[in-house]
């Protein structure tokens, strides 16, 4: 069955530094891989989606990810973090036997401090 | 476009009361989804329809129905609310057509906070 795993559940940086979430997945398969973000009390956003056509996928306000197979690992970076981007951060990969549903992981909380 | 709209936005029930949550969707989406988020959670689902007249269980189905008898309205029925029905509900949307790399991606509405007392 289709998993991820999200290493951090608090992860703090200081404003101009750079964020990285971790996310590992396990699938028998190549699956798609999201990142979406959720402000307080919102709902969720796709920050950026990977479906194989390049293992480097940037999204939405600077960010991006990068898939390594070998690793099993989908870890979504920002070179220079914002006050805005303070919220919770959730890896989710697709369902094998059915590709509209969602599998998330626990979600991560990005603190930035000025 | 409004994307997918929820309403209430927060709510109190009773143990034993009855309620629906309502969900529509502007985007002409063949795909909607209602999922639960407890504290600390991620988002696991309760059921989702892949188009009008047709709706499927997902992983958390129990104390919970729903219908979808048009394309835009997907609404969520608790019939006996429990304390353990307590928590934030979403419902989601995706165009769902095969062969479609964004196909899959869903939007989001802004939840509805559900207690149960």
């Known amino acids: 069955a289709q998993s991820v795993t999200q290493l951090d559940s608090h992860v703090s940086v200081s404003e101009g530094t750079p964020v990285l979430l971790r996310c590992n997945y396990s699938?028998?398969?190549?699956?798609?891989l999201f990142w979406y973000v959720q402000h307080p009390n919102k709902g969720l956003q796709l920050l950026l989606k990977?479906?194989?056509?390049?293992?480097l996928v940037k999204g939405i306000n600077g960010f991006e990810a990068e898939f390594k197979k070998s690793e099993t690992s989908f870890h979504l970076t920002k070179p220079s973090a914002h006050m805005s981007d303070a919220a919770e951060y959730f890896c989710?990969?697709?369902?094998?036997?059915?590709?509209?549903?969602?599998?998330f992981g626990t979600g991560t909380r990005l603190q930035v401090f000025p | 476009n409004a994307g997918v709209t929820q309403t209430p936005k927060f709510r109190i029930l009773k143990i034993g009361q009855s309620m629906t949550l309502q969900c529509t969707q502007d985007?002409?989406?063949?795909?909607m989804y209602w999922y639960r988020q407890d504290p600390g959670m991620g988002l696991k689902l309760i059921y989702y329809?892949?188009?009008?007249?047709?709706?499927d269980k997902g992983e958390v189905p129990n104390g919970y129905n729903v219908s979808r008898s048009t394309t835009e309205d997907f609404p969520l029925r608790l019939e006996l609310a429990a304390p353990s029905q307590t928590s934030v509900y979403f419902c989601?949307?995706?165009?769902?057509?095969?062969?479609?790399?964004?196909?899959?991606?869903?939007?989001f509405g802004p939840g509805t906070r559900l207690t149960v007392l």
């Open positions: 985007m002409n989406h063949n795909y």
């Open positions: 329809s892949v188009g009008a007249g047709i709706t």
């Open positions: 990977y479906t194989s056509a390049a293992t």
């Open positions: 989601a949307s995706s165009l769902g057509l095969a062969g479609d790399g964004l196909a899959d991606t869903q939007y």
């Open positions: 699938s028998s398969y190549s699956p798609s």
């Open positions: 989710v990969v697709s369902d094998q036997d059915n590709t509209d549903k969602l599998i």
